[in-house]
C-alpha cells in the first residue's frame, strides 16, 4: 500500500473477502499452505575457511520432519542432512566454499519446502595495494590560463582570468551559485582515477567541487568535496595542491567548481588527471595511547544511507556488494581511516525488510561486519530516526486542533499544535519521552544490537541528533504535551496555571513556563533525557561491555545569533534547550558526546 510496505514473490491463489479479517486469521492461513518458516543466524560468511550455518526453525505443529540441502550458486547440490529429524536449531558445518550466493532449503515430507540463501564473500581485498604509494598514470594536464574551449566547458556567471605570482589561474563569477564545469573523457572504466588540483590561496574562497558524469542532470554524489580559504586561516598567497581519490560511474564526467557564498569566488589554475592502477596503499598510522581502553577514532561518517553513490558500484547483493565494502576498507586504510558511521535506523525506522531506502541488501550491517572483522576496521550503527508507525486514524485533520493528540507520541509544540510539516531545522514530529516513542525505538536498536554483538569490528551505536531527529527534544519550542506538564509539577512542585479544557493549551504552557520557570523547566526536560541516554547506554552494554553510545549534537553554530560570540556557553545552552545536559553524563562509562559542526553553519547560512 506504500512504500514501508514491500514483498518479492507470487500471487498463485488470490482470495476475495466479505469483510476484513484478523491477523490472527491471515497467519493461520499462511500456515495451512507453510507449515513451518525458518532463518539463518548469519547470511555473510567469508571464503577459504570453514563456515558454520545455523538455522532457526519454528513449526506450526508437531511431528515436521525437516531435511535439509546446500544449493551452490549453480544450483548443484552441495551437501544434504541423511534423515529428517525435529530439532528446532540445525548447525551444518562447511567446507571452505568461493564466494558467491548459496541457499539452504528446507524440506518436509510432502515435498513443501523453504529457502533462504546466504552469501560467501571474498577474504583477501584486491582493492588495497601492497605497494608504497599510488601508481599514478597522467591521463590529462589542463592548465586554466584561459578559458577551455566550449566542447568542453560550460559556466554559470562570468567567469575571469586571474593571476598569482605569475600563475593564471579561473575564477568564478563571486556571486552565491556562480561555477564552471570542466568536462574530461576517461580512457577506460577503471573506475579508480585522481584529480589532482592547484588552487590560488590568497584571498577568501569558498568552494564546492563536485565530480560527476556530464550527462547526469541531478547529482550522483561520486566526489563532492571543496576547499575553504581565508577566515581565520591567514592566506598564504601561493598555490597550493589538493588531491582527491574519484570512482567513476561513466567515461564522461564533468569537474564543477561553485563559489558556495557571496565575495568567494571558486578558483583553479590547473587540473590533472591520473589514471589509478592496481589498489590504494595503507597509510602508515602511529597511534595514540589509548584512553579509558579506547584510542580515538578517526572516521568515515554518513549521514544518509548513501554509501554506493561514492565508490561506482550498486548496492545490492554479491558482487557488488562484496565490491563496495572492499572498495571502502581500502579508500578508509588508504586515508587513515578506522571506523566507519553508517545508518541502521534512519528517517522512517529500522533499515531492512520493512523499510529499505536506497536499496540495501538483505541485513546489510551483517555483511559490513563480517568483511570488517577481517580488515580489522571498526564500525558504528548510527540512529537518524524522524518517524515511526503510529495507529491508523491517530492523527487527523481534527486532532491536530482539537487538543485530543496530547497523551500521544506525537511532540506538542509552543503552537499548541504538533509540527506543521516542517522537516530539517525544526524540531521533532514526536516526543521521545513519551513510551511509545521509546519502544519504538528500543525494538529497533536490538535488532542492530543482536547482529552487532557477536562481530569485534562492532564498536557501537551513535545517535545522530540533528534538531529534527527523535530520539530528543530538539529545541525549545516542542515538547509542551500534558504528561510532560504533570511530570514537571510532580517533580519540581511548580504547578503550571493553564485551563486544560483549552485545545491550544501546548501553547499556554509554552508561555507561562519560558516567562516563569524557563531554567527550571529546562533542568527537568534534561533530567528526564539524562534519563532516557542511560537507559540506551546501558542496553547496549548490556549487548556486550565495551561497546559505546555515541551522543552526537549537530545544534547549528548559528553567527546571526546575539549571543554566539558574547555567550561561552552558547552551544552548550542550545544542546540543554533540546535535553542534554553533558554534566549529567559524567557518570556513565559508555556514553561519549560528540558536538559535530557543519562549516555551513557558522561561514555563511
Not at 548469519?42 to 545455523?54: A, D, E, M, Q, V
Not at 540506551?536 to 551522543?551: F, K, M, N, Y
Not at 542550545?574 to 545536559?581: S, T
Given at each position: 500500500q506504500n512504500s514501508l510496505e514491500q514483498a518479492d514473490g507470487l500471487i498463485d491463489e488470490l482470495r476475495i473477502y466479505s469483510a476484513p479479517i484478523e491477523d490472527r486469521d491471515v497467519v493461520d492461513l499462511a500456515w495451512a499452505f507453510q507449515p513451518f518458516s525458518f532463518g539463518l543466524a548469519?547470511?555473510?560468511?567469508?571464503?577459504?575457511?570453514?563456515?558454520?550455518?545455523?538455522a532457526h526453525i519454528t513449526r506450526r505443529a508437531r511431528p515436521c520432519p525437516l531435511s535439509w540441502k546446500i544449493?551452490?550458486?549453480?544450483?548443484?547440490?552441495?551437501?544434504?542432512?541423511?534423515?529428517?529429524?525435529?530439532?528446532?536449531?540445525?548447525?551444518?558445518?562447511?567446507?571452505?566454499?568461493?564466494?558467491?550466493?548459496?541457499?539452504?532449503?528446507?524440506?518436509?515430507?510432502?515435498?513443501?519446502?523453504?529457502?533462504?540463501?546466504?552469501?560467501?564473500?571474498?577474504?583477501?581485498?584486491?582493492?588495497?595495494?601492497?605497494?608504497?604509494?599510488?601508481?599514478?598514470?597522467?591521463?590529462?594536464?589542463?592548465?586554466?590560463?584561459k578559458i577551455p574551449g566550449k566542447d568542453r566547458f560550460d559556466s554559470v556567471g562570468e567567469p575571469?582570468?586571474?593571476?598569482?605570482?605569475?600563475?593564471?589561474?579561473?575564477?568564478?563569477?563571486?556571486?552565491?551559485?556562480?561555477?564552471?564545469?570542466?568536462?574530461?573523457?576517461?580512457?577506460?572504466?577503471?573506475?579508480?582515477y585522481c584529480f589532482e588540483l592547484d588552487i590560488p590561496d590568497d584571498k577568501l574562497r569558498t568552494a564546492d567541487i563536485i565530480a560527476q558524469s556530464s550527462s547526469?542532470?541531478?547529482?550522483?554524489?561520486?566526489?563532492?568535496?571543496?576547499?575553504?580559504?581565508?577566515?581565520?586561516?591567514?592566506?598564504?598567497?601561493?598555490?597550493?595542491?589538493?588531491?582527491?581519490?574519484?570512482?567513476?560511474?561513466?567515461?564522461?564526467?564533468?569537474?564543477?567548481?561553485?563559489?558556495?557564498?557571496?565575495?568567494?569566488?571558486a578558483a583553479a589554475a590547473e587540473i590533472r588527471l591520473y589514471k589509478i592502477s592496481g589498489g590504494l596503499p595503507e597509510a602508515k598510522v602511529a597511534l595514540p595511547r589509548p584512553v579509558d581502553g579506547w584510542n580515538r577514532e578517526v572516521g568515515l561518517y554518513f549521514e544518509d544511507p548513501a554509501i554506493a553513490y561514492d565508490f561506482a558500484i550498486d548496492n545490492s547483493p554479491l558482487p557488488a556488494l562484496d565490491t563496495l565494502i572492499n572498495r571502502t576498507a581500502a579508500y578508509m586504510k588508504y586515508s587513515g581511516q578506522s571506523l566507519l558511521a553508517y545508518p541502521g535506523i534512519w528517517y522512517q525506522g529500522?533499515?531492512?525488510?520493512?523499510?529499505?531506502?536506497?536499496?540495501?541488501?538483505?541485513?546489510?550491517?551483517?555483511?559490513?561486519l563480517t568483511k570488517f572483522d577481517a580488515e580489522g576496521l571498526g564500525y558504528m550503527a548510527?540512529?537518524?530516526?524522524?518517524?515511526?508507525?503510529?495507529?491508523?486514524?491517530?492523527?487527523?485533520?481534527?486532532?491536530?486542533?482539537?487538543?485530543?493528540?496530547?497523551?500521544?507520541?506525537?511532540?506538542?509544540?509552543?503552537?499548541?499544535?504538533?509540527?506543521?510539516?516542517?522537516?530539517?531545522?525544526?524540531?521533532?514530529?514526536l516526543n521521545i519521552l513519551h513510551p511509545d516513542a521509546q519502544k519504538a525505538t528500543l525494538d529497533a536498536l536490538d535488532e542492530i544490537l543482536k547482529t552487532g554483538a557477536r562481530h569485534p569490528s562492532f564498536k557501537g551505536v551513535t545517535l545522530h541528533l540533528t534538531r529534527h531527529c527523535m530520539q530528543w527534544l530538539g529545541d525549545i519550542r516542542a515538547g509542551y504535551n500534558d504528561y510532560m506538564i504533570d511530570g514537571f509539577t510532580r517533580d519540581t512542585g511548580i504547578s503550571v496555571p493553564?485551563?486544560?479544557a483549552d485545545p491550544l493549551r501546548g501553547k499556554r504552557y509554552a508561555e507561562w513556563l519560558l516567562a516563569n520557570a524557563?531554567?527550571?523547566?529546562?533542568?527537568?526536560?534534561?533530567?528526564?533525557?539524562?534519563?532516557?541516554?542511560?537507559?540506551?547506554?546501558?542496553?547496549?552494554?548490556?549487548?556486550?561491555?565495551?561497546?559505546?553510545?555515541?551522543?552526537?549534537?549537530?545544534?547549528?553554530?548559528?553567527?546571526?545569533?546575539?549571543?554566539?560570540?558574547?555567550?561561552?556557553?552558547?552551544?552548550?545552552?542550545?544542546?540543554?534547550?533540546?535535553?542534554?545536559?553533558?554534566?549529567?553524563?559524567?557518570?556513565?562509562?559508555?556514553?561519549?558526546?560528540?558536538?559535530?559542526?557543519?562549516?555551513?553553519?557558522?561561514?555563511?547560512r
Open positions: 548469519s547470511s555473510y560468511f567469508l571464503s577459504n575457511g570453514p563456515i558454520r550455518l545455523t544449493l551452490g550458486p549453480d544450483g548443484a547440490s552441495i551437501t544434504e542432512s541423511g534423515k529428517p529429524d525435529e530439532r528446532d536449531a540445525i548447525a551444518i558445518d562447511l567446507p571452505a566454499l568461493k564466494p558467491g550466493t548459496y541457499t539452504m532449503r528446507l524440506s518436509v515430507a510432502d515435498n513443501i519446502s523453504s529457502d533462504k540463501t546466504f552469501h560467501v564473500m571474498g577474504r583477501v581485498n584486491p582493492e588495497i595495494s601492497r605497494a608504497q604509494g599510488l601508481d599514478l598514470r597522467l591521463v590529462e594536464t589542463l592548465v586554466l590560463d575571469a582570468i586571474r593571476e598569482l605570482n605569475g600563475t593564471k589561474y579561473l575564477e568564478a563569477a563571486a556571486t552565491k551559485g556562480s561555477r564552471f564545469a570542466v568536462r574530461f573523457l576517461l580512457p577506460d572504466d577503471g573506475p579508480r547526469f542532470r541531478g547529482s550522483e554524489y561520486e566526489l563532492q568535496v571543496g576547499y575553504c580559504a581565508g577566515d581565520e586561516y591567514a592566506n598564504q598567497h601561493k598555490i597550493i595542491t589538493q588531491r582527491y581519490i574519484y570512482h567513476a560511474l561513466s567515461r564522461d564526467v564533468s569537474l564543477i567548481f561553485m563559489t558556495a557564498r557571496p565575495n568567494a569566488p529500522l533499515i531492512g525488510e520493512r523499510y529499505n531506502p536506497r536499496n540495501h541488501p538483505e541485513d546489510f550491517i551483517d555483511a559490513w548510527t540512529i537518524n530516526q524522524n518517524n515511526m508507525d503510529v495507529p491508523d486514524g491517530m492523527i487527523t485533520r481534527r486532532k491536530i486542533s482539537d487538543g485530543s493528540l496530547h497523551g500521544t507520541c506525537v511532540s506538542i509544540w509552543d503552537t499548541g499544535k504538533p509540527n506543521p510539516g516542517g522537516w530539517h531545522s525544526t524540531p521533532p514530529n493553564v485551563d486544560r524557563r531554567e527550571q523547566w529546562i533542568a527537568w526536560r534534561c533530567k528526564e533525557m539524562t534519563r532516557w541516554f542511560k537507559l540506551l547506554a546501558g542496553r547496549v552494554a548490556s549487548a556486550r561491555p565495551d561497546l559505546r553510545l555515541c551522543i552526537n549534537s549537530f545544534i547549528p553554530a548559528s553567527p546571526v545569533h546575539p549571543d554566539f560570540i558574547s555567550d561561552p556557553d552558547y552551544i552548550d545552552n542550545r544542546n540543554r534547550e533540546a535535553g542534554l545536559d553533558a554534566a549529567q553524563l559524567k557518570d556513565a562509562p559508555n556514553i561519549i558526546i560528540c558536538q559535530s559542526v557543519v562549516p555551513a553553519d557558522y561561514r555563511w
